[in-house]
């Protein structure tokens, strides 16, 4: 596939459709746009509805595309509800299904788990992986249906994880990676038992990206190469999806420091950790 092309060519039937949540910004912002571009639907989900109504016109400007606005607290029941509903239609009514549901809203709220408000533990959890699991669980039984009865595009879900869930401990950050480790494993298993019934569903996993909610590892000063710019994150994880991966790591260095994580004496990984809280 070309640089410009990371997905197949859509059906002429419909416009296909994607749902991307933490759509307002960063890797979400992105994910729509790129979608876009290719001739996509979107269901935009985030907390800020003016910014979604900002970006909306954007991409309607600039693409010429459906888009649909669905504010919602997806740490919430409310906010679940609303967004797990619109994934469960099948197409009999007026809502298209979705063929895409980008799973990105997140949140990477930091501190010594000692110190963390059990009310803030509770919404990232909420958030990171109570919310993937519902919402991925809505979407599913809609697409199998949809590819038993001879729809020919592609059909699925992208799961954002993260290098912080890899075998490395993550002191200052343990809700985040023990709930993206959570994330990783279920997307693998999941993508398992779907595969076979022509559904995918792959897990990406960034290093470190520049968006809104990195600004405090920003901050510290990393070198420039230490950074995957969200283009590519998004361009490699279409690509992984449209073929039927399971798992994507963006990035030449991340790729590296995959490999030697699970090599290292876990010793030596805990070690270099504690020095970086």
């Given at each position: 596939?070309?640089?410009?092309?990371p997905?197949?060519?859509?059906?002429?039937?419909?416009?296909?459709?994607?749902?991307?949540?933490?759509?307002?910004?960063?890797?979400?912002?992105?994910?729509?746009?790129?979608?876009?571009?290719?001739?996509?639907?979107?269901?935009?989900?985030?907390?800020?509805?003016?910014?979604?109504?900002?970006?909306?016109?954007?991409?309607?400007d600039?693409?010429?595309?459906?888009?649909?606005?669905?504010?919602?607290?997806?740490?919430?029941?409310?906010?679940?509800?609303?967004?797990?509903?619109?994934?469960?239609?099948?197409?009999?009514?007026?809502?298209?299904?979705?063929?895409?549901?980008?799973?990105?809203?997140?949140?990477?709220?930091?501190?010594?788990?000692?110190?963390?408000?059990?009310?803030?533990?509770?919404?990232?959890i909420?958030?990171?992986?109570r919310?993937?699991?519902?919402?991925?669980?809505?979407?599913?039984p809609?697409?199998?249906?949809?590819?038993?009865?001879?729809?020919?595009?592609?059909?699925?879900?992208?799961?954002?994880s993260?290098?912080?869930?890899?075998?490395v401990?993550?002191p200052?950050?343990?809700?985040?990676?023990?709930?993206k480790?959570?994330?990783?494993?279920?997307?693998?298993?999941?993508?398992?038992?779907?595969?076979?019934?022509?559904?995918?569903?792959?897990?990406?996993?960034p290093?470190?990206?520049?968006?809104?909610?990195?600004r405090s590892?920003q901050?510290?000063?990393?070198?420039?190469?230490?950074?995957?710019?969200?283009?590519?994150?998004?361009?490699?994880?279409?690509?992984?999806?449209?073929?039927?991966?399971?798992?994507?790591?963006?990035?030449?260095?991340?790729?590296?420091?995959?490999?030697?994580l699970?090599?290292?004496?876990?010793?030596?990984v805990?070690?270099?950790?504690?020095?970086?809280v």
């Amino acid at each position: 596939m070309s640089e410009e092309s990371p997905l197949p060519p859509q059906g002429a039937t419909r416009p296909r459709t994607a749902l991307v949540t933490g759509a307002s910004s960063g890797i979400g912002e992105e994910y729509a746009r790129r979608l876009a571009q290719r001739g996509y639907g979107l269901v935009l989900v985030a907390r800020r509805a003016e910014l979604l109504d900002e970006l909306a016109r954007e991409v309607r400007d600039d693409y010429g595309t459906l888009v649909e606005v669905l504010p919602a607290d997806l740490a919430t029941a409310q906010g679940l509800a609303a967004v797990t509903a619109r994934l469960a239609a099948d197409g009999s009514g007026r809502a298209a299904p979705v063929d895409l549901l980008v799973n990105n809203a997140g949140r990477g709220d930091g501190g010594l788990f000692a110190e963390q408000e059990p009310s803030e533990i509770d919404a990232m959890i909420d958030l990171n992986v109570r919310a993937v699991l519902h919402l991925t669980r809505a979407v599913l039984p809609v697409q199998i249906a949809r590819r038993a009865a001879g729809e020919k595009a592609v059909l699925g879900v992208v799961n954002v994880s993260s290098l912080a869930g890899e075998p490395v401990s993550n002191p200052g950050g343990s809700v985040y990676g023990a709930g993206k480790k959570f994330l990783t494993l279920w997307s693998e298993s999941v993508a398992a038992e779907v595969r076979p019934l022509g559904v995918h569903v792959t897990v990406v996993l960034p290093g470190f990206v520049r968006t809104d909610m990195t600004r405090s590892v920003q901050e510290k000063g990393l070198p420039e190469f230490a950074f995957v710019p969200k283009e590519h994150i998004v361009r490699d994880s279409l690509r992984a999806w449209a073929a039927g991966r399971s798992r994507v790591i963006p990035g030449a260095q991340y790729k590296t420091a995959d490999g030697l994580l699970k090599v290292l004496p876990r010793s030596l990984v805990r070690a270099v950790a504690r020095r970086m809280v």
